[in-house]
């Protein structure tokens, strides 16, 4: 199972940084893993991912220069770092794992789903 943690109530300016590990004993550098967000009453939006293999990085246009994807490998862990949080980052933040392991902004291409974790920032 994919578990997705460290969201919470924040400050706009602030940071969080989101884990998102598996615990099913699926090695996660081998997949691609994305992160996904979902306002109220919004559908849901790709922020970013990251390749199998060699870690090619790729982020929505909101979010660059702002947010940061990585993994640690003796983890099996991937990590979304959000700095200068703005209210409109207020959303379910889900992350999302590809076996095939290929870099992608399509929620369709996952297979395997975490739960989601809550970020709130706050004016």
């Known amino acids: 199972q994919l578990q997705a943690s460290g969201g919470g109530l924040v400050q706009a300016g602030g940071s969080l940084r989101l884990s998102c590990a598996d615990s099913s004993g699926r090695t996660l550098s081998n997949h691609a893993v994305g992160w996904f967000r979902q306002a109220p009453e919004k559908g849901r939006e790709f922020v970013a991912a990251?390749?199998?293999?060699?870690?090619?990085?790729y982020y929505a246009d909101f979010v660059k220069g702002r947010f940061t994807i990585s993994r640690d490998n003796a983890k099996n862990t991937v990590y979304l770092q959000m700095n200068s949080l703005k209210p409109e980052d207020t959303a379910v933040y889900y992350c999302?794992?590809?076996?095939?392991?290929?870099?992608?902004?399509?929620?369709?291409?996952?297979?395997?789903w975490g739960q989601g974790t809550q970020v709130t920032v706050s004016s």
């Open positions: 999302a794992a590809d076996r095939r392991g290929l870099l992608s902004w399509v929620d369709y291409e996952y297979d395997y």
């Open positions: 990251i390749a199998g293999g060699a870690g090619v990085t």
